[in-house]
């Protein structure tokens, strides 16, 4: 799965608007948008945020 699809993946199974979802990682909404369209992919901090994230939700993504 690519990041891009985990992040829609995530957001939509925890009902999540993409800005809801940007406050969450603390990041900007636009940082989220383009994740999702695939248009670039995340700093290590922001990886390392997003399964924090992904933990604290109980939700398993396949690597």
Known sequence: MEFKD????VRKK???SQ?????EL????ATVNRW???HCKPNY????AFHEFCVKN???LED
């Open 36 to 38: 999702e369209a695939g």
């Open 6 to 9: 985990k992040v829609k993946y």
């Open 14 to 16: 925890l009902f999540l």
């Open 19 to 23: 800005e809801m979802m940007a406050q």
């Open 45 to 48: 901090r922001a990886q390392k």
């Open 26 to 29: 603390g990041v900007a909404f």
């Open 58 to 60: 109980q939700i398993q």
